[in-house]
């Protein structure tokens, strides 16, 4: 599938450390899953490549964060441009290494460059206070200054957006930036920054260290060890946000964590219930499930369950699987063999407690499952507990508001939520009843780049995206002047 790049040169296999192409001693090989073929092999880093690209960062962060806003916006903005000017080429890399259908893929490029467009704007906006006095003799500021070096460690459901999502607003805040992108998808973040380059992002402020699993360890052991990084800002599962967090106590760094979700969907009797099957499937199957805001858990009220669940089973059994360059798939493959296998095991645990089969529950070979729904779902189902992180739908039936409140916030998780009502009192009890970091009412799709996005509880610290997103790449400096 990389043949047909329109520009060839998009396709970097080697690691960037100070402006630098490194291909490293060792290497390891990137696959397509959707067809198990060898994409390409790419540079194996270790964590003396780490030290080095800390250092670069660190030695680049003076003339970084002395460019005017302005200038850094300017350089952003051409960021911004190139990647919507090869958006096709990004996006065939995406749909090669991480799977997802071609339009989506190419969705996902528009997506994470916007947060490229945001950011070099609100570079503009780092507005520094000054306050009241409480004595006449002195003068009292806030200025906003950069957080210094910044390490991004990224997940390969979004190859490009979860990378842009964190780099645009430390590049634009004027912090350097070290990203170890996931191993299963380092061409897009690669080609994303040979695009960096030819914007005029200057050596050594922006680095992409690519390992394959254990480098990736090693890495990031050095990453939060170092007191040269001052924020980590990790996307990915709860328990490695928990080993991270840990290894960054010693050096008490920063931390943005977007982490696991359990996202309830919830569908009361007053719905439109048509809206909520086209809601449901968009939130659902986004990505063959695998995103951290797909819902995982839908209820259902008893006087809708019925026709919801058939008419969404209908809308589930119409989606096309398949490689995501072929025309009209929206279900590619999921990433690796233990993504199938989690979604078996969810499904067939849910079989044995009662659920109902509605469409799917099976393999259809290779890294494909058949897009799934399963009623009659419990909550003493591992689908109730865990992310399934794919293409199953448990549906729960309820009866009361009260009731479906406190189902939906039984977890450590709390990222997205959505709900579908027409009453308006209503949707303003459980907008504030659900404990999440965002709630989507009769919507299944929530994320834009000028949104804060982030969760709540064990879901993760921090926002990103909006206006909010750069406070944290910039530290808050409080200056008291005396003798006016
Ligand atoms: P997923 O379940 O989406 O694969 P992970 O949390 O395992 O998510 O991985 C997300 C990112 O974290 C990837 O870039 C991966 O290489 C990296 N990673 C995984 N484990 C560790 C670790 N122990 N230390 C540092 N980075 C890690």
């Known amino acids: 599938p990389l043949a047909q790049l329109k520009d060839p040169t998009l396709l970097k296999t080697d690691a960037l450390i100070d402006g630098q192409w490194v291909a490293g001693t060792e290497r390891f090989d990137v696959y397509d899953p959707a067809t198990g073929q060898k994409l390409a092999d790419v540079a194996k880093l270790g964590p003396a490549d780490a030290e080095r690209a800390i250092a670069a960062a660190n030695a680049a962060w003076p003339a970084w964060r002395n460019k005017t806003a302005k200038e850094r916006a300017n350089i952003l903005r051409r960021w911004h441009d190139l990647l919507m000017a090869n958006q096709d080429d990004l996006g065939r890399l995406m ?121 990736s360890v090693a890495i990031g052991k050095v990453l939060c060890a170092s007191d040269v990084v001052r924020h980590l800002s990790f996307t990915g599962s709860t328990e490695v946000g928990r080993i991270l967090m840990a290894q960054c106590a010693p050096t008490i760094k920063k931390l ?107 393999r259809l070979g290779g890294l494909f499952y058949a897009p799934t729904v399963v009623a009659d779902a419990s909550p003493d189902m591992l689908c109730a507990r865990e992310e399934t992180f794919g293409p199953f739908a448990p549906v729960f039936k309820f009866r009361t508001e009260e009731e479906v409140i406190q189902l939906a916030n039984a977890t450590e998780y709390g990222l997205a939520s959505y709900f579908y009502s027409r009453d308006v009192g209503r949707i303003f009890r459980v907008a504030e009843a659900l404990e999440y970091g965002m709630v989507g009412v009769n919507v299944g799709i929530l994320a834009t780049e000028h949104v804060p996005f982030g969760g709540v509880k064990q879901s993760g610290l921090g926002r990103e995206g909006s206006h909010h997103g750069i406070d944290e790449y910039v530290e808050l400096k409080y200056v008291a002047i005396g003798d006016v």
């Not at 906006?125 to 910044?150: A, Y």
């Not at 995103?291 to 089973?313: D, H, L, M, P, W």
């Not at 296998?341 to 109902?356: M, T, Y």
Request: with cysteine; proline share 6%.
């Open 256 to 362: 943005s964590l977007e982490l696991g979700g359990n996202a309830p969907f919830i569908v009361f009797d007053d719905a439109d219930v048509d809206s909520a099957v086209e809601g449901a499937f968009a939130s659902k199957y986004r990505n063959a499930g695998q995103t951290c805001v797909c819902s995982n858990r839908i209820y259902v009220q008893e006087g809708v369950y019925e026709a919801f669940v058939q008419k969404f089973a209908a809308k589930v059994a119409t989606a096309k699987v398949g490689n995501g360059f072929e025309d009209g798939v929206n279900q590619g493959p999921l990433i690796e063999e233990a993504a199938v296998e989690k979604v078996q095991r969810h499904v067939d645990d849910a079989l044995a407690k009662g659920g109902r089969v509605l469409t799917g529950g099976k």
């Open 95 to 215: 749909t090669a290494e991480q799977g997802k259908p071609l339009p989506e893929a190419k969705g996902e490029v528009a997506y994470g460059a916007s947060f490229v467009e945001w950011f070099a704007e609100e570079a503009k906006r780092v507005n520094g206070e000054t306050l009241p006095t409480f004595d006449n003799n002195r003068r009292l500021l806030v200025l906003k200054q950069p957080i210094g070096v910044c390490a991004a460690i990224t997940p390969w459901n979004f190859p490009l957006a979860m990378i842009t999502r964190k780099v645009a607003p430390a590049l634009a805040a004027g912090c350097p930036v070290v990203i170890k992108p996931a191993e299963q998808t380092p061409l897009t973040a690669l080609a994303a920054a040979e695009l960096a380059i030819r914007a005029g992002i200057p050596a050594g402020v922006l680095n992409v260290l690519t390992s394959d699993g254990p480098g």
